[in-house]
């Protein structure tokens, strides 16, 4: 994912710094680090101190030593005017007090912020090559790693053990990440502002595993990440972080990350506040829409209403088979996706079109998003104008997830009640079903179910569509056929709604010869124009 950088001239980063208008934070974090910090201050590159484009905010984290008096000491006996040294008046932790950099950071406008241990772990020397990668590469996250040389990491006098444990966690981490980074635990890092904003950082832990947090939203927004190598260096500094329980911190942050990312919980850390809603399943095998293309293609129909049609993923595969589609949900579709496209929230019927005058209608992952899908299907049935004949009755296709799915049976007997970012218990799901429930709900509204089936779980979409996908598949479609009520992820339901009261009557009405009543809809009509009608 990287390379190595040649050293850079910190004039030269500036200069191109100040060309393009861009501003950079030091963020100095420390704690009890008296006797490192001054020695730091002075390794800083001359050409940062008073240059416009750079400030250097030192956080000292409630410490009992006389460091922030002693670093201002210094400062002023040099006549350093952009740099702040502040006291937290209660301790914030490791995480905390980066939180209070990053804010600080967005807050007044700059464009990077670089973070650097005031201990005197990390070379003060480097603040140029990361300055540098961020302006090359147009990088969200820079990382120093140190470990892309085991020997150059020994030389440096880490730990064997924390070299094992190290290279360990973050096989582990790049395995349940997708990421390929070389090192996960350096705390000599750079954050581009706009990543920082994208991101709910100040909601991540103040303890050590921060850090990994902020790695797993970056890996979380697609992120660009670049990592520069750099010397390890282990001198006098006190380590202050236990080893066992930050190693099963990492882990743990890491597993729940995988977990939201299947679909499988819900972590507010990684909940994207700007995504599509609608993800591409007319090609999973086994997935809804899957499902409800092979009926579309064995229907035929000629029309068809894809009602909350999303982005237009399954109306534009309805369109390669010849069929015409009307899209409608709130916002249009992708061009090309639909033949034309009807604007209308779902949650507000009545609609603004008859969707039974088409031959088929599909309701596809839909109904959980509705306050009131019972009110939506009569109404939508209701206001259907040639349902009187049953020969032409069109199909409507229900797909929906399984309440009762065995997994969510599994984690409440255990106590365990989780949303996620999607799947059965998204967060956005406003009414939740079980295969039982929701049939009595449909033909209570007054539709026929010819049939129903039970979907099996998208492991393609949770796991990729690797081996571990194509295993699972086979026996859970089984299962799902055998004994849906408990081990569907989804029901597909096949309808014909029965005519309405109002559409019967349009039939007696017709055959008295007489004018229907003004719908309870319509406005009333002046008393002229009723005795035109008369």
């Known amino acids: 994912m990287s390379e190595p950088v040649e050293p850079v001239e910190a004039e030269r980063v500036l200069t191109e710094l100040a060309r393009r208008g861009q501003r950079v934070l030091l963020v100095v974090v420390a704690y009890e680090a008296e006797r490192h910090v001054t020695d730091v201050f002075d390794r800083v590159p001359a ?50 007090n980066q939180k209070l950099g990053f804010r600080y950071a967005i807050d007044n406008g ?15 020397e480097l603040l140029p090559e990361f300055i540098a990668r961020f302006l090359e590469d147009d990088a969200d996250v820079v990382l120093g790693t140190r470990m892309r040389s085991v020997r150059r990491a020994r030389a440096g006098g880490m730990p064997r053990y924390k070299v094992v444990a190290n290279r360990a966690l973050t096989r582990v981490q790049n395995a349940l990440t997708g990421l390929s980074l070389s090192e996960y635990h350096t705390g000599y890092r750079a954050y581009a502002t706009a990543y920082l904003r994208s991101v709910p950082f100040e909601i991540n832990t103040n303890d ?21 190598d750099i010397p390890t260096h282990y001198g006098d500094e006190v380590c202050r972080v236990n080893g066992l329980s930050y190693g099963l911190h990492v882990l743990a942050s890491t597993l729940r990350y995988r977990l939201h990312q299947a679909g499988m919980m819900c972590s507010m850390r990684y909940r994207r ?14 997935s809804s829409h899957d499902a409800a293309l092979e009926l579309v293609a064995r229907f035929r129909p000629r029309t068809l209403v894809d009602l909350g049609c999303g982005p237009g993923h399954v109306a534009e595969r309805c369109r390669r088979l010849g069929v015409d589609v009307t899209g409608v949900d709130r916002e249009p579709p992708r061009p090309g996706t639909t033949d034309r496209f009807v604007r209308a929230d ?16 599909l309701l596809l992952d839909v109904i959980e998003h509705l306050s009131d899908p019972e009110r939506f299907l009569i109404e939508l049935r209701e206001h259907a104008a040639g349902l009187a004949d049953p020969a032409g009755r069109p199909f409507l296709i229900i797909t929906t997830p399984n309440v009762a799915f065995v997994t969510m049976r599994l984690n409440l007997l255990l106590g365990r009640f989780t949303y996620a970012d999607r799947g059965i218990l998204d967060v956005t799901h406003k009414r939740l079903f079980n295969r039982r429930n929701l049939l009595r709900a449909v033909r209570d509204c007054g539709y ?7 979907l099996p779980p998208p492991f393609g979409l949770a796991f990729g569509e690797g081996l571990w996908a194509k295993l699972c598949h086979g026996p859970a479609w089984l299962a799902a056929r055998v004994w849906p009520s408990l081990f569907a992820f989804q029901v597909l339901l096949v309808c014909r709604p029965k005519p309405s009261t109002r559409s019967l009557l349009s039939h007696v009405y017709a055959q008295r010869a007489v004018a229907p009543p003004p719908s309870a809809d319509a406005p009333p009509r002046s008393r002229d124009a009723a005795h035109a009608a008369g």
Do not use: C, M
């Open 47 to 96: 050409a940062f101190w008073n240059h416009p484009s750079v400030e250097l905010l030192y956080l000292d984290d409630a410490s009992s030593d006389r460091s922030p008096s002693r670093l201002q000491a210094w400062l002023d006996e040099r006549r350093v005017g952009n740099a702040v040294v502040a006291r937290n008046p209660y301790n914030q932790g490791y995480g905390g």
């Open 110 to 124: 700059f464009d990077l912020a670089v973070l650097l241990h005031g201990d005197g772990q990390y070379a003060p």
């Open 208 to 228: 050590f595993h921060f850090d990994t947090q902020v790695l797993l939203q970056a890996a979380n927004v697609g992120a660009r990440i670049r990592e520069i």
């Open 273 to 286: 506040r700007s995504h599509a809603r609608y993800q591409d399943k007319a090609d999973l095998a086994g």
């Open 346 to 361: 779902l949650d507000q019927t009545p609609l603004p079109l008859d969707a039974f005058a088409a031959d088929g209608v």
């Open 448 to 454: 026929d179910v010819e049939w129903s089936r039970g």
